[in-house]
């Protein structure tokens, strides 16, 4: 009886086993351009998850351009842990725009 010798794939004890952590699922990319921005503006401006939908909505709404002014004036004028605040203050300001 001829044994084979074991294939370095296979891991040497049980606790290896454990170790080895499963692939992470690949992360879908936005399907419209405004959700892109949504979610760039939630990182820069470090929105609170009970107003991330707000964000969305907003982005959805109003054109790319004045969203992205709101963001601009709000980096600059605020120097605190608050932004959003302002950030929704100034797009609330504007009416409603759909492109």
């Known amino acids: 009886m001829v044994t084979q010798p074991i294939s370095k ?17 690949a992360k879908k990319p936005p399907a419209f351009q405004w ?7 939630i990182d820069e401006l470090h929105i609170p998850s009970f107003k991330r939908n ?18 601009a004036d709000t980096k600059e004028l605020v120097k605190g842990d608050e932004k ?12 409603k725009n759909k492109q």
């Open 54 to 71: 707000s964000v969305f909505k907003a982005c959805k709404e109003h054109d790319k351009y004045f969203i992205e002014k709101c963001v």
């Open 35 to 41: 959700q892109d921005l949504a979610l760039r503006i």
């Open 84 to 95: 959003w605040k302002y950030f929704f203050k100034l797009v609330a300001e504007k009416p």
């Open 9 to 25: 794939t296979e891991p040497e004890q049980i606790g290896d086993i454990f170790k080895k952590k499963p692939p992470e699922p």
